[in-house]
C-alpha cells in the first residue's frame, strides 16, 4: 500500500464514522437513540439489515471459497427470503403493534419476565462471547499481509465502531452503514471489473465460465438428500430457512435494524429488499472467486497464499520440502495452463479429439498441483496448527498484486467498513438488550430516559471493550474461537422454538416453553455431540424440540 | 386455559394489507411477497443451469 492507499482507505473510513457522529449529534430519549428516527427510508433500513449480516469475512472469505469449491455455498442463502417472508407476515406487525424496543421484551409480554430474561440472556451470551470474531477474523489476516501489528488493527477497528455507536445510536449506524456498503460494493465491482479485464486476451469470458463448468467450479444447486453433504438445496432451504428465521426474527442485532423507523410498510420493505438481493449478492461474490480460479489457471499462483507464513517456513526447518513442493506446483500449473490454452484453441476450431485430450491434461495436471497445493498446506499447518484457512489469503493476495494504488485502498477500506458496520449493529444490540431486557426491566425500573440513553451509552462501551479483549485474547486461543462458534450455531434453534411457540401454539405458557427451552438446548449440546450432520441442521432439530416439548410440558402442567 | 395470544382475537389474524406498499406495479403485500417468491425460483433455475449453459 502506498500513500495514496492509506488516503482512500483513512478518508473513507474516518469521513464516514464522522459523518454519522455530526448528522445525529443530540440524540436524547431513549426510542430515537434505540430505534432511530422515525423518517428513516426502507432503503435505510434493507440497507442496514445486509450490512449488519454481511461482515468483513464474506468480502474477504466468500471469494476463496468460490475458488476453492465454487458455487455451492450460495444455496446456504435459498432459505433466507421464505423465512423473511414469515418475518413480514407474522412477526412484523406484532413487534410493531406493541411497540417493543427488543424481541425480548415480546417474549415477556406473551409470556412472562423469565421467559424474556431466558431471551436476552440467550442472546448476549451467544452475542457478547462471539463479538470479538467480526473484528478479529478480517484483522489476523490483513495485519498478516499487510505487516501491521495486529493488536493496534484490532483496537483501532474496535474504536472506531465503538465512539459512533456510542455518540449517534441506532440512527448514527443506519446513516454509516448506507455509505460503508457503498464503499463496499464500489471495492467489490472494481475489482471484478479488473480481474475480468486482466484475463489472457485470447480467453473471454464465456471461456473463463467454460473452464469453471469443467472443473466444477460452477455447480450451484445440488438437490441431493445426503445429510452429510454440508450445502444442499434442502440443506439450504430448510436449515438455512431456519436459521435465517431464527437470525432474522429473533436476534436482536437485526430486530433492532429493521424496527429502525415508524412505519411497518418501511420495516416490511426493508425486509423485502434483502429477501430479493441475498441470493444474488452471494453469488456475485462467489463469481468473483470462480473467476479468481479461472485467472490463477493462467497466471501462476504462488503454492501457498499467505505468503508471510509460507516464507516463515521456508526460512526454518521444512524449507527444503517446501521449496521442493514448490517446484513440482509450478511445473505442474504450468502443464495445465498449456493444456487449458490447448483445449480452448481446440475446441473454437472444432477439433473434438484434441481439445478432449488437452482437457484430460490440463485435469490431470490440475490433479498433480493441488495435490502439491495440499501437501504444503499439510507442512505449514503442522509446523503452526494456529493458522487459519488459506483460501481466507487468496482474494487479498490478488488484491495486493495485481490492483492498482487507489482501488487497493478502497478494497482494504471495504472490508474494515465490512468489519465496523457489522460489529457497530452488534454492539447497538448488546447495549439495547442489556438495557432495556436486563438493566431497565429488573434493575432500576421507572427512571427518566435520560438515565436510560446514558445506561446504554455505557453498556455499548463495555460490549465494544469486550469484544476488543476477546479479539485480543483470541489469538493465543484459536480453539475458543471454534467453540463460539459452534456456540452460535446450536444456540440458534431453541431461540426460534420459543419465538415460534410464542407466535403459533397460542395454549402454550411461560412456565412450560422456559423448562422446554432449557431441556432442549441440554438435548441439542448431547445431539451436537453423538451426531455428525451439517450444523444447519441444528437449527430444525432445536426449533422442533423446543415446540414439542413445551406442548408436551403445556399438556402436564396442572390447569389454572 | 387460553393466554393473551399475542393480543389478538381468535377471528383477527395479522392483517397483510394493514399498509399500502406504494410501490409501482405492486400495490398489495401479497403482491410483493408473491415477486419475491418469483424471483426466488427464477434465481433457482438460472444458478441450476449455470453448468449446462457454459458446458
Given at each position: 500500500m502506498n500513500a495514496l492507499d492509506y488516503l482512500v482507505l483513512l478518508?473513507?473510513?474516518?469521513?464516514?464514522?464522522?459523518?454519522?457522529?455530526?448528522?445525529?449529534?443530540?440524540?436524547?430519549?431513549?426510542?430515537?437513540?434505540?430505534?432511530?428516527?422515525a423518517n428513516t427510508s426502507w432503503f435505510t433500513i434493507g440497507v442496514s439489515v445486509m450490512a449488519t449480516q454481511a461482515s468483513a469475512v464474506t468480502f474477504l472469505s466468500t471469494p476463496g471459497q468460490g475458488y476453492e469449491s465454487g458455487l455451492g455455498f450460495v444455496q446456504n442463502y435459498f432459505g433466507a427470503p421464505f423465512a423473511l417472508l414469515v418475518i413480514s407476515i407474522f412477526f412484523l406487525p406484532i413487534y410493531r403493534k406493541l411497540d417493543v424496543?427488543?424481541?425480548?421484551?415480546?417474549?415477556?409480554?406473551?409470556?412472562?419476565?423469565?421467559?424474556?430474561s431466558l431471551g436476552a440472556g440467550l442472546f448476549l451470551l451467544q452475542r457478547g462471547f462471539g463479538a470479538g470474531i467480526t473484528i478479529y477474523?478480517?484483522?489476523?489476516?490483513?495485519?498478516?499481509?499487510?505487516?501491521?501489528?495486529?493488536?493496534?488493527?484490532?483496537?483501532?477497528?474496535?474504536?472506531?465502531?465503538?465512539?459512533?455507536?456510542?455518540?449517534?445510536?441506532?440512527?448514527?449506524?443506519?446513516?454509516?452503514?448506507?455509505?460503508?456498503?457503498?464503499?463496499?460494493?464500489?471495492?467489490?465491482?472494481a475489482a471484478g471489473c479488473i480481474l475480468v479485464y486482466r484475463l489472457p486476451a485470447e480467453v473471454s469470458f464465456r471461456d473463463a465460465m467454460t473452464v469453471a463448468t469443467h472443473f466444477h467450479r460452477l455447480d450451484a444447486v445440488d438437490f441431493s438428500l445426503d445429510p452429510h453433504r454440508r450445502y444442499t438445496f434442502w440443506s439450504g432451504l430448510l436449515g438455512g430457512g431456519f436459521l435465517a428465521l431464527s437470525y432474522f426474527g429473533a436476534d436482536q442485532s437485526q430486530v433492532g435494524r429493521y424496527l429502525s423507523g415508524d412505519s411497518l410498510r418501511g420495516s416490511r420493505l426493508g425486509l423485502m429488499f434483502n429477501a430479493v438481493f441475498k441470493i444474488p449478492m452471494q453469488f456475485f461474490i462467489l463469481l468473483l472467486g470462480v473467476l479468481l480460479f479461472v485467472f490463477y489457471q493462467f497466471e501462476t499462483p504462488p503454492v501457498f497464499f499467505n505468503q508471510?507464513?509460507?516464507?516463515?517456513?521456508?526460512?526454518?526447518?521444512?524449507?527444503?520440502?517446501?521449496?521442493?513442493?514448490?517446484?513440482?506446483?509450478?511445473?505442474?500449473?504450468?502443464?495445465?495452463?498449456?493444456?487449458?490454452?490447448?483445449?480452448?484453441?481446440?475446441?473454437?476450431?472444432?477439433?473434438?479429439?484434441?481439445?478432449?485430450?488437452?482437457?484430460?491434461?490440463a485435469l490431470a495436471a490440475h490433479a498433480r498441483a493441488d495435490q502439491a497445493r495440499t501437501e504444503t498446506a499439510g507442512v505449514i499447518r503442522a509446523a503452526d496448527p494456529r493458522l487459519g484457512?488459506?483460501?481466507?489469503?487468496?482474494?487479498?493476495?490478488?488484491?495486493?498484486?495485481?490492483?492498482?494504488?487507489?482501488?487497493?485502498?478502497?478494497?482494504?477500506?471495504?472490508?474494515?467498513?465490512?468489519?465496523?458496520?457489522?460489529?457497530?449493529?452488534?454492539?447497538?444490540?448488546?447495549?439495547?438488550?442489556?438495557?432495556?431486557?436486563?438493566?431497565?426491566?429488573?434493575?432500576?425500573?421507572?427512571?427518566?430516559?435520560?438515565?436510560?440513553?446514558?445506561?446504554?451509552?455505557?453498556?455499548?462501551?463495555?460490549?465494544?471493550?469486550v469484544a476488543i479483549g476477546f479479539a485480543l485474547f483470541a489469538q493465543l486461543a484459536e480453539n475458543l474461537i471454534q467453540a463460539v462458534n459452534i456456540l452460535g450455531s446450536i444456540f440458534y434453534g431453541v431461540v426460534l422454538g420459543v419465538f415460534l411457540t410464542a407466535f403459533f401454539l397460542r395454549r402454550v405458557g411461560g412456565t412450560a416453553v422456559f423448562w422446554a427451552a432449557l431441556a432442549a438446548q441440554g438435548g441439542v449440546f448431547i445431539l451436537y455431540h453423538a451426531l455428525s450432520i451439517s450444523y444447519l441442521w441444528y437449527n430444525v432439530i432445536g426449533c422442533a424440540l423446543c415446540m414439542a416439548l413445551s406442548v408436551l410440558l403445556q399438556a402436564m402442567l396442572p390447569r389454572k | 386455559m387460553v393466554y393473551n395470544f399475542l393480543m389478538i382475537s381468535d377471528d383477527a389474524p395479522p392483517d397483510l394489507t394493514d399498509d399500502a406498499t406504494e410501490l409501482p406495479g405492486v400495490s398489495t403485500w401479497?403482491?410483493?411477497?408473491?415477486?419475491?417468491?418469483?424471483?426466488?425460483?427464477?434465481?433457482?433455475?438460472?444458478?441450476?443451469?449455470?453448468?449446462?449453459?457454459?458446458?
Open positions: 478518508g473513507s473510513l474516518l469521513g464516514i464514522a464522522a459523518y454519522g457522529v455530526w448528522m445525529t449529534r443530540g440524540r436524547r430519549d431513549l426510542k430515537s437513540y434505540l430505534k432511530g428516527s424496543y427488543t424481541a425480548y421484551e415480546f417474549l415477556g409480554r406473551r409470556f412472562d419476565a423469565k421467559t424474556r477474523a478480517p484483522a489476523i489476516v490483513l495485519s498478516t499481509v499487510m505487516g501491521w501489528r495486529i493488536d493496534f488493527t484490532i483496537i483501532g477497528t474496535g474504536l472506531v465502531a465503538i465512539v459512533y455507536t456510542v455518540s449517534g445510536g441506532s440512527d448514527a449506524v443506519n446513516l454509516t452503514q448506507r455509505y460503508q456498503l457503498g464503499v463496499i460494493f464500489a471495492g467489490m465491482f508471510t507464513a509460507w516464507r516463515q517456513q521456508a526460512g526454518a526447518g521444512s524449507g527444503d520440502r517446501l521449496r521442493a513442493l514448490e517446484a513440482d506446483f509450478t511445473a505442474a500449473h504450468s502443464d495445465e495452463s498449456r493444456g487449458l490454452t490447448a483445449w480452448l484453441h481446440a475446441r473454437r476450431t472444432g477439433d473434438a479429439p484434441a481439445a478432449e485430450a488437452a482437457r484430460s491434461a484457512s488459506d483460501s481466507d489469503y487468496i482474494f487479498i493476495h490478488f488484491i495486493l498484486r495485481y490492483l492498482p494504488h487507489g482501488i487497493i485502498g478502497l478494497l482494504v477500506a471495504a472490508f474494515f467498513a465490512a468489519a465496523i458496520s457489522a460489529k457497530a449493529g452488534e454492539l447497538t444490540a448488546l447495549g439495547a438488550t442489556t438495557t432495556v431486557d436486563l438493566y431497565r426491566h429488573l434493575v432500576r425500573p421507572g427512571l427518566p430516559d435520560a438515565h436510560f440513553v446514558a445506561a446504554s451509552r455505557s453498556f455499548t462501551v463495555l460490549w465494544g471493550l | 401479497r403482491g410483493v411477497y408473491l415477486a419475491v417468491g418469483v424471483i426466488f425460483v427464477v434465481w433457482v433455475v438460472l444458478l441450476a443451469a449455470l453448468p449446462w449453459l457454459f458446458s
